[in-house]
């Protein structure tokens, strides 16, 4: 790998991340994962196709890792949430209390969407990829990331109106 690629690769941690967290929930799981993908990337380095989008390629393999992990859980049997202690240090103020506690419900809402909408809504409305670029990701045809965007975003605003009364992941998929 030359330095060019390295420093690429390095400058996308904090994206990766962030796509990671929104993935898991947990800060702990995003930074394994991210890590897992790195390790992942720099092992096959040469599957990586030079002139093609390395952020692509990496936000591919953090999602692929994650749907392994997820489908080896739900093998184990492993069904526990993590808490992030974050979310349970008290606030001084009551605004920044009620802020942080809707921030803990639309982060656990948007885990409740089924994984395909989650990961659309995640590149495109979190990590700012265009619709084109988040379908080429998560090799889609455009037209259905569109559809799973827009069902994702409906039901967050369901969630936020507080017209959900059922969880995210009823009705079909795409």
Do not use: C
Not at 44 to 51: D, F, L, Y
Not at 92 to 107: G, H, N, P, W
Not at 131 to 157: C, I, K
């Amino acid at each position: 790998m030359n330095k060019e690629t390295w420093t690429a690769m390095t400058a996308l941690q904090p994206r990766l991340r962030r796509f990671a967290y929104g993935l898991t929930g947990s800060l702990d799981e995003a930074d394994d994962l991210v890590q897992a993908a790195y390790e992942r990337a720099i092992s096959r380095i040469a599957q990586w196709q030079a002139g093609t989008r390395l952020d692509s390629w990496m936000y591919r393999i953090v999602q692929t890792i994650h749907i392994n992990r997820q489908q080896a859980n739900r093998v184990r049997g492993a069904h526990l949430t993590p808490v992030d202690p974050d979310t349970l240090a008290a606030r001084d103020q009551a605004r920044a209390l009620e802020a942080s506690i809707t921030l803990a419900k639309v982060r656990g809402f948007i885990g409740r969407l089924p994984e395909e909408q989650r990961a659309t809504l995640l590149l495109v409305a979190v990590e700012g990829l265009s619709y084109r670029d988040a379908a080429e990701v998560l090799d889609l045809p455009v037209g259905t990331l569109t559809s799973r965007v827009a069902r994702a975003r409906v039901a967050l605003r369901d969630f936020v109106d507080g017209s959900a009364v059922q969880t995210a992941t009823g009705g079909g998929h795409s």
